[in-house]
């Protein structure tokens, strides 16, 4: 059974910085892109980051310059470095996995993370 857990997620203040993981058990995931999502109360589910196998980084206009993704392909494991964090970034952060970035087939619980201003 595939499990994405997430963790670090939390309460910080605008301008501030967190440090997102995310642990993917079950199968591997050689080839497969890994990355983030997010969901803002009210909002629709958007796309954030992802990194390919080789890791090829692709962002969000919104979050460029200020949050990096990277991962450990040995603990099948994916990050996500979050600075200068703004009020708007408050959101559910889902870690996502899949054969291609823009559909995943693994979906983890999600981890809140709010910023307050």
């Known amino acids: 059974q595939v499990q994405l857990v997430e963790s670090g997620g939390g309460l910080v203040q605008a301008g501030g910085s967190l440090r997102l993981s995310c642990a993917a058990s079950?199968?591997?995931?050689?080839?497969?892109?890994m990355g983030w999502f997010r969901q803002a109360p009210g909002k629709e589910r958007e796309f954030v980051s992802t990194?390919?196998?080789?890791?090829?980084?692709n962002y969000a206009d919104s979050v460029k310059g200020r949050f990096t993704i990277s991962r450990d392909n040995a603990k099948n494991t994916v990050y996500l470095q979050m600075n200068s964090l703004k009020p708007e970034d408050t959101a559910v952060y889902y870690c996502?996995?899949?054969?291609?970035?823009?559909?995943?087939?693994?979906w983890g619980q999600g981890t809140q993370v709010t910023v307050s201003s």
């Open positions: 996502a996995a899949g054969s291609t970035p823009s559909n995943p087939e693994y």
């Open positions: 990194i390919s196998w080789t890791g090829l980084r």
């Open positions: 079950g199968r591997t995931f050689n080839r497969y892109f």
